[in-house]
């Protein structure tokens, strides 16, 4: 089956700098997803991602927070800037691979704490 | 808007004491639903997709159901290493990404 290789796993990070998350897919896909997962809450979808052109971002979140790259149809990069305690989450990167008989595919997810 | 609800948001057994988690959804025109797997710290794990009412698939001790306006994951004699957060998603009318609910906490005592 298809990998999402997710880095880092986890980091520690100081109020005010930023953290970039790269998503690497074993697979040319057309859109990748990036969610956030709030301690001992779902997933909330953050935006879409396709190679080529801007990322679509879902209400609540803005690019100036959140800036997407996806250079390639395999790999795209989520960055959280100026980051606040609140932004203390799991981020998760996701595709579409092999149709949907075989559901989304999920990275490991970054862990990220902000101090 | 698409909503998922799930029940219970924990569910306690013993080893072998079967049970079902529910999932419960409002969409518009479903296009499929999934169910995935999560284990503490990491991405959630792919379990099944059904796509229209009446259907059901298998896998190891786990059997999911689909009608019109719910899913059942069901649990036949379930082990410890079956413990695990579950999530059940939607993929609805002509979005791209899918709805989550809130996720089913299953710890299973040996």
């Known amino acids: 089956s298809a990998v999402i290789s997710q880095k880092p796993s986890r980091d520690i990070c100081q109020r005010g700098t930023s953290l970039t998350i790269q998503c690497q897919v074993d697979s040319q896909v057309t859109m990748m997803f990036w969610y956030r997962q709030q301690p001992g809450q779902s997933l909330t979808l953050i935006a879409t991602?396709?190679?080529?052109?801007?990322?679509?971002?879902e209400s609540g979140f803005v690019i100036d927070k959140f800036p997407i790259s996806r250079p390639n149809l395999t790999f795209s990069t989520l960055t959280v800037s100026n980051m606040s305690p609140e932004d203390s989450s799991i981020y998760l990167c996701?595709?579409?691979?092999?149709?949907?008989?075989?559901?989304?595919?999920f990275g490991s997810g970054t862990r990220l704490t902000v101090v | 808007e698409d909503q998922v609800t799930q029940s219970p948001e924990a569910l306690r057994l013993q080893e072998g004491e079967s049970s079902s988690l529910n999932c419960s959804y409002t969409v518009s025109g479903l296009r499929g639903l999934f169910w995935y797997r999560q284990d503490p710290g990491k991405g959630p794990e792919f379990l099944f997709t059904l796509y229209s009412a009446g259907e059901e698939k298998e896998k190891e001790r786990l059997k999911a159901t689909l009608t019109k306006k719910e899913s059942f994951l069901h649990i036949t004699a379930p082990k410890p290493e079956d413990s695990a957060t579950y999530l059940c998603a939607v993929l609805s009318g002509s979005a791209r990404q899918l709805t989550f609910g809130s996720g089913t906490q299953l710890t299973v005592l040996p």
């Open positions: 996701s595709a579409q691979i092999g149709g949907t008989n075989y559901g989304y595919t």
């Open positions: 991602a396709n190679q080529g052109s801007e990322a679509t971002y």
